[in-house]
């Protein structure tokens, strides 16, 4: 509810804007129940048009801080991105 949105976003970014076919997610309120009744943990797994897949994890859940990392996959390697820096 929270930042799932920023992944969601950066995930079309990287795969160009193409128009998402599917979509699922994990949601719920795993630790933070005496705090708040939104979510603190989702988990979404989408689907982009021309065989593209992004899986975005937001929580407020895990403990040890802020942890904004990205990890492109492809076909000749990978790379990864320390967001939080």
């Not at 994890?57 to 820096?85: C, L, Q």
């Amino acid at each position: 509810m929270d930042m799932g949105c920023h992944g969601i976003e950066l995930a079309r970014w990287v795969h160009g804007k193409p128009p998402a076919r599917s979509a699922c997610a994990e949601v719920g309120t795993f630790v933070h129940r005496e705090r708040t009744t939104a979510d603190d943990h989702a988990i979404v797994s989408v689907r982009f048009e021309g065989r593209r897949l992004g899986l975005i994890e937001a929580s407020w859940a895990k403990p040890g801080g802020v942890e904004d990392r990205v990890e492109i996959v492809g076909s000749r390697g990978v790379t990864y991105a320390d967001a939080a820096r």
